[in-house]
């Protein structure tokens, strides 16, 4: 089975920078991917990484550490529509089944 | 982007009605549609994976006679509630398999009630 372990809330301005970690655990690892969801939406998917680096997607950065089986999103600029929750899945390698995180709730301050 | 169509939005029902939720990819062929279930607050919980044509797997704790999911084409899903009990009220999401693994498309969600 998978774990994963995130914070449960982050709180910061207008323009500043939120990183949100994810560690996890499975028995087979696919990649890592980030999504978020606002209040009564669905989730809408953000980044994936499946090779150790960052990946660059505008505002959005993720970065994988496989043999650190942590991972990390990082919010740039922060504006207030960037509130919401996040969170981060792994996809295991056995069958592909998408396991989420906890989330992290990000709150956006003027 | 691919685009997955889920519902109804919100339905509000009797203790014993069964409902039934759909899910559609528009515009993509999904031979794998997935089924979750969100409290308020908290993480999406995997209920159930449907395949087109086959039976679906149900994850541990998940009865497959309370819910049952009906895969019976490539862009249609439908997950049915049976017999709903006030504890059954939540959030269902629906999501199907793009073309690569990377990721998923989500419907937008069934918030359901039951009185």
Not at chain 2, 24 to 43: C, I
Request: glycine content about 8%.
């Amino acid at each position: 089975g998978q774990s994963l372990e995130q914070p449960s809330e982050v709180t910061a301005v207008e323009g500043a920078i939120v990183q949100i970690n994810c560690t996890y655990q499975t028995s087979g690892f696919y990649g890592l991917s980030w999504y978020q969801q606002h209040d009564g939406g669905a989730p809408t998917f953000l980044s994936y990484n499946a090779l150790d680096g960052l990946e660059e997607t505008g505002r959005f950065s993720s970065f994988l550490s496989r043999s650190d089986s942590y991972g990390y999103l990082l919010l740039q600029e922060l504006q207030m529509k960037d509130s919401a929750s996040y969170f981060c899945a792994v996809r295991d390698l056995n069958d592909y089944k998408l396991s989420f995180g906890a989330g992290t709730t990000v709150t956006v301050r003027a | 982007g691919a685009v997955v169509s889920q519902h109804p939005s919100r339905v509000i029902c009797k203790s014993g009605t069964s409902v039934k939720i759909e899910c559609r990819s528009l515009d993509f062929q999904a031979t794998t549609m997935f089924w979750y279930r969100q409290f308020p607050k908290q993480s999406l919980m995997l209920m159930a994976t449907s395949n087109e044509g086959s039976k679906a797997t149900y994850e541990q704790g998940v009865e497959k006679d309370k819910f049952l999911i009906n895969h019976a084409s490539l862009t249609l899903s439908t997950l049915t509630v049976t017999s709903a009990h006030p504890e059954d009220s939540s959030f269902y999401i629906c999501s199907a398999q793009g073309a690569t693994n990377e990721k998923l498309f989500f419907g937008s969600g069934t918030q359901l009630s039951v009185l």
